[in-house]
């Protein structure tokens, strides 16, 4: 059965950080680079950072850089997102979802499997 499971979202004030994790079952995770996703109220959803089965990452946003960082464990089938000096305007829903081969998919619909999504909320 496939899945992916995103987990570690909540409450966190500005300021805090937090680490978001991407779990997978049934997949091969090194056949597919892993993107990390984000789709605020009334917004579309975001590409943030996706990061190859050798480990090599992409930025997509600006708004990130220097404060998320994306890593991978593949033997344990799982993909982070580090995500620090959170800001009120970084709270969103969380996704993360598997693009089939090595290269990142530049777009959200590039992407085949996606997860259900985390709620992340940064607010004092």
């Known amino acids: 059965q496939l899945q992916i499971v995103e987990s570690g979202g909540g409450l966190v004030q500005p300021g805090g950080s937090l680490r978001l994790s991407c779990a997978t079952s049934?997949?091969?995770?090194?056949?597919?680079?892993v993107g990390w996703f984000r789709q605020a109220p009334g917004k579309e959803r975001e590409i943030l950072l996706c990061?190859?089965?050798?480990?090599?990452?992409?930025n997509y946003a600006d708004s990130v850089t220097g404060r998320f960082t994306i890593s991978r464990d593949n033997a344990k089938g799982t993909v982070y997102l580090q995500m620090n000096r959170l800001k009120p305007e970084d709270t969103a829903v969380y996704y993360c979802?598997?693009?089939?081969?090595?290269?990142?998919?530049?777009?959200?619909?590039?992407?085949?499997?996606w997860g259900q999504g985390t709620q992340v909320t940064v607010s004092s």
């Open positions: 979802a598997l693009d089939y081969g090595y290269y990142c998919s530049d777009y959200v619909w590039g992407y085949d499997y």
């Open positions: 049934g997949f091969t995770l090194d056949d597919f680079a």
């Open positions: 990061i190859t089965k050798d480990g090599d990452s992409t």
